[in-house]
């Protein structure tokens, strides 16, 4: 069975690097023959009719396409995905998947550009494509209101290669010796609520630091680091890494007794994904998405306001077993998120879907 993917172009993204990681897990399951469609559009956003070409490229050669949607793929505003849907609906001859990262409905982003931006994008979008996916039940249930074709709810894959070191050793690395470190992973963003993480450690002990993992992206979100980094520069119990480069994600993550995830919204995180991978406790906000990991699988502790984030820090750190009872099941969830598994359910779909179109 083969299986084109279709993905924004290989830029510092997270959907991107999603759609590698779960091509190279569909071709390790077997059975399964996934390649990426070679995609360099979303620098060219006024050219439309490179998006009805790609739309006829990325159906060629394949059993099924699955497009890995993001309004960004297709330009400013997402405008070039009218003329790729428009000419997918056309010319497909393939069952179509595609999966919708982020619902702007649910994500809590709406402005009227972007509801309106989703509005006409789905109308097009929603005759090319037979299936889709969404990463959790809320996302599916915003969804729902503009179809009736299946939506599937699939985790995002935790990788299975973590590399497991010694966490004293890995403190030592980073200047953190004999404290308890709270973290922050990924691409510095504002509705990743890092005012929240300031607060919270002020009103922990001074044997606890936070440690903030990642960059800004865009010039929007070096406005906004550079409105915080004056506030925090001299304090001693913040520590500012930067971007992390590959080779030294592992020392961060041995290093962490705790990973935060204050969002104020989101339709998914592959950062907390990355903190399952090496089996660490997560305290996240207390909105849909973590709520509902939380509810399914009790493997992140979720919290409202600072006070509640903050009794459970001193819980898990003060109260015997408490820190091995989650871990306990942040390992039951990895189980039934790791990529292969996530493949297995992709898989299962495409071969699905298949069987229905003969």
């Known amino acids: 069975m083969r299986v084109n993917i279709l993905s924004p172009e290989k830029v510092r993204c997270g959907i991107s690097d999603y759609s590698d990681n779960l091509a190279n897990a569909l071709n390790a399951i077997g059975g399964v023959e996934a390649r990426m469609v070679d995609n360099q559009l979303t620098i060219q956003p006024f050219r439309t009719g490179n998006f009805a070409s790609l739309a006829e490229k990325a159906a060629q050669g394949c059993d099924v396409l699955h497009v890995q949607h993001e309004w960004g793929l297709f330009g400013l505003y997402g405008v070039g995905s009218i003329f790729f849907y428009r000419e997918l609906a056309r010319r497909a001859r393939v069952p179509v998947v595609a999966t919708i990262h982020e619902m702007t409905t649910f994500c809590g982003a709406s402005t009227p550009v972007r509801k309106g931006r989703e509005r006409v994008g789905f109308s097009f979008l929603l005759p090319a494509v037979d299936e889709f996916i969404v990463h959790n039940r809320a996302s599916r249930d915003a969804l729902s209101e503009y179809t009736k074709k299946p939506i599937h709810v699939f985790p995002i894959g935790i990788k299975e290669d973590a590399q497991f070191l010694d966490s004293r050793e890995c403190k030592r690395k980073l200047g953190l010796d004999g404290k308890r470190v709270l973290a922050i992973f990924g691409f510095i963003k504002s509705h990743k609520g890092y005012e929240t993480a300031i607060e919270l450690v002020e009103r922990l002990g001074d044997d606890c630091i936070l440690l903030i993992a990642g960059a800004p ?3 929007r979100d070096e406005a906004y680091w550079s409105s915080l980094s004056g506030k925090i520069k001299d304090k001693k119990n913040i520590r500012y890494l930067g971007f992390v480069k590959n080779e030294d994600i592992p020392t961060v993550f041995n ?84 990529w292969s598994s996530v493949a297995e359910m992709h898989a299962k779909l495409y071969s699905d879907l298949l069987s229905r179109r003969k």
């Open 255 to 338: 290093a962490a007794d705790i990973f935060l995830y204050p969002y104020k919204r989101v339709t998914a995180s592959a950062a907390l994904a990355e903190a399952m991978a090496y089996k660490k406790p997560c305290l996240c906000s207390r909105i849909p998405p973590f709520k509902e990991v939380e509810d399914a699988y009790g493997s992140v502790k979720t919290f409202g306001t600072v006070d509640e984030a903050a009794l459970i820090v001193r819980f898990l750190f003060d109260e015997p077993g408490s820190m091995e009872e989650l871990e306990s099941k942040v390992k039951k969830y990895y189980s039934f998120s790791k």
């Open 217 to 219: 992206q865009t010039k």
